[in-house]
């Protein structure tokens, strides 16, 4: 079995259910311990606008949109060799996942592409989204490649493409309500970062669990997704914990990005 031919198994089959029950890069809330703690004066004010909490747009909210825009690009592609935009979402599978009988999901990943195929997403999307998409929908792509959990074969690095929901454009909260960011480890020992927001900016983070219970938010830095979490429940703390996959390098560099250095 080739490489591709066995990545194609495991991701599709049956309706992603690998890829969609569990989540390399995960977000949960918590309380902030004592560690390593960077100030709210200390942080760079550029670098704390380009951290964003947003609320994100389900695959079901937006397929038949994609679905349509990736058609029309088809039509409009005179190269009989080009891929759409769902076999370029789908990792170039024969069986794209969209086209699957009954595909649904109420996560915000509208597929995965492989590092070499994300620019040529971007371009049909920027030519043809307009028409198509929803007007706050805004699209990024996951900070690190996904993996699949178990898996024994080759991997190609490939992203995820994430549905975030604007509001005017702009997050429903930004990093400037952050007071505080810590690097810590998880109870299992994984580097995470621990976030804490300013009294204004709890009020408006517990809001924004409020109304997203049983739904997902996203953590974008830089323009990339690091995380999406479903929202259990209303958190009135203000205290949001990043952890997943990340490397202590991983941490290290996007703390460093919010002194500003």
């Known amino acids: 079995m080739s490489t591709m031919k066995a990545l194609r198994t495991i991701l599709f089959k049956p309706l992603c259910g690998i890829v969609f029950s569990v989540t390399v890069i995960v977000m949960a809330f918590t309380s902030c311990s004592n560690s390593s703690d960077t100030t709210k004066d200390q942080f760079h004010k550029e670098s704390m606008a380009q951290i964003g909490l947003y609320e994100t747009y389900s695959w079901d909210e937006v397929a038949d949109a994609f679905i349509n825009l990736s058609k029309e690009g088809a039509k409009q592609n005179t190269n009989p060799d080009a891929f759409t935009l769902e076999r370029l979402l789908s990792l170039r599978s024969e069986s794209p996942v969209w086209s699957q009988p009954n595909y649904s999901s109420d ?9 070499e195929d994300t620019a040529a997403v971007n371009s049909i999307i920027a030519q043809y989204g307009a028409e198509y998409l929803p007007q706050d929908l805004k699209l990024a792509w996951s900070f690190k490649p996904f993996e699949i959990p178990y898996s024994k074969v080759e991997q190609p690095e490939s992203y995820e493409l994430i549905a975030l929901k ?75 914990q990043i952890a997943g996959n990340f490397t202590e390098e991983d941490i290290d560099s996007t703390i460093s990005f919010i002194y500003g250095k």
């Open 107 to 115: 996560k915000p990943v509208i597929g995965w592409a492989l590092v």
């Open 166 to 240: 604007t509001s005017d454009g702009k997050p429903s909260l930004t990093g400037e309500s952050i007071a505080s960011v810590q690097k810590d480890l998880t109870p299992d020992n994984q580097y995470c970062m621990l976030f804490k927001f300013d009294d204004e900016g709890a009020q408006q983070f517990a809001q924004l669990t409020a109304r997203n219970i049983n739904r997902y938010i996203a953590n974008v830095i830089k323009g990339k997704v690091y995380s999406y979490p479903m929202v259990m429940c209303e958190i009135i703390n203000g205290n949001a």
